[in-house]
Structure formats: C-alpha cells, structure tokens
C-alpha cells in the first residue's frame, strides 16, 4: 500500500487533455513538494515536474503541475501516443523521514 | 552528461547479500543527496535509502532497516547500497538516483540493475 494515492489508470484520445491526481497527508504533501515522473518499463524514470509546478529543461510545457493541501495534480494536455507510460507522484515524508511515492497511474492514449 | 550507472545486481538465495554500486559522472557528485529506489515485479516505485552529501546523514524505509547499509565513496564518485539477509520480497530492479531541486525530488536516474533473492 503506498504512502500517497493515484488512480491505478487514466485514457484518453489523442490530442485531448488528462489529469492524474496524487493525495496524501500533512506530513508529506501538505508540507513537502511534489514531484511528478514518468516511467517507460525497461528504462530510467524521467523527471517531470519539480516543486509542484516547474519543469525541468527539455520537459514540454504539454505538462503542467499544481498542488493544493494535501493534494497535487498532474496535467498533460496534446497527448500523444508517446505518452503511454507510468506516472508517479513522489515527495518526502516528515513523520516517516522517508521518500515516498504514489503507487501510479498507467496512462493508455487511445 | 549526467551518467549514474549501476553494478552489483544478480541471483542471491534468500538470506544472502549483495553489494550494489553505483558510478557517477557528469557533475559534482559531492554537492548532492543520493538515493536507491527500487521496484518490484509488478509493483510501482519505492523509495530505499538516502545518504548526505558528506555520508554524515542517512535514512531507509522501514522494510530495510537494520538488513541495508547505503553509504558513499566521494574520491570514486560512487554510491553504494550493501544489502544483507535478503527476502524474495527485495527482488527488484534498484536505481541509483541523484536528489536534485530538493529533498525527496530525484532529478537523474540510473538504469538500474536487477536483484533476484530466489533459491
């Protein structure tokens, strides 16, 4: 069972928009930054969002990233059939004084 | 270029141990966090280890505690992760991660290395 909570999978059309939620607590979200990754199996996670809402050179402004309480959320808008991968929500947990991540969301582009 | 490429990965029968290794390059590895995050068959990303800068300061998850050691080699520019008394539950692919814009963020990513506890 993972620390923070993202729907097990999200689809949509080419072109279109989708969100892929992250909840947690106080002691991780509510006081930590999120970051956002995607991951393609058999290759290394690629960092996307930082800091709730920044991306890191290279990454295409078709991600986006907000945080509010104990919740954040990632957008990806012009999807793309190479946007099917895993995404994860990730940050520090204070109480646990411990990384955690969401279990992830698998993204199907149909 | 940012390059972190991890060793030491294999087949280990439950209760053994294994040494991973983890070579950096590209930047200045003494100015950075690093951690081990692993996963599972299956399973989604977890968060292992992380060590200071100066090896001073280190933290595990819970289901590693008191079996892992991470720690770190600044003159090789590498990061390592002895794992002991191994379960098949700590079968997994491990990647070594550097902790960029802040704690708990992973801003580069090793490919990782397979680890299978099975006898």
């Known amino acids: 069972q993972s620390v923070l909570t993202q729907p097990p999978s999200v689809s949509a059309a080419p072109g279109q928009k989708v969100t892929v939620s992250c909840s947690g607590t106080s002691s991780n979200i509510g006081n930590n930054y999120i970051s956002w990754y995607q991951h393609l199996p058999g290759t290394a996670p690629k960092l996307l969002i930082y800091e709730n809402n920044k991306r890191p050179s290279g990454i295409p402004d078709r991600f986006s990233g907000s945080k509010s309480g104990t919740s954040g959320t990632l957008g990806i808008t012009g999807l793309q059939t190479g946007d099917e991968a895993d995404y994860y929500c990730g940050t520090w947990d204070s109480s646990l004084s411990a990384g955690v991540f969401g279990g992830g969301t698998k993204l199907t582009v149909l | 270029e940012v390059q972190l490429v991890e060793s030491g990965g294999g087949l280990v029968q439950p209760g053994g141990s294994l040494r991973l290794s983890c070579a950096a390059s590209?930047?200045?590895?003494?100015?950075?966090?690093m951690s081990w995050v692993r996963q599972a068959p299956g399973k989604g990303l977890e968060w292992v280890a992380n060590?200071?800068?100066?090896?001073?300061?280190?933290y595990y998850v819970g289901s590693v505690k008191g079996r892992c050691t991470i720690s770190r080699d600044n003159a090789k520019n590498s990061v390592y992760l002895q794992m002991n008394s191994l379960r098949a539950d700590d079968t997994a692919v491990y990647y070594c991660?550097?902790?960029?814009?802040?704690?708990?963020?992973?801003?580069?990513w090793g490919q990782g290395t397979l680890v299978t506890v099975s006898s």
């Open positions: 991660a550097r902790e960029g814009y802040n704690f708990g963020n992973f801003d580069q």
């Open positions: 060590i200071r800068q100066d090896g001073s300061q280190k």
């Open positions: 590209g930047f200045t590895f003494s100015n950075y966090w």
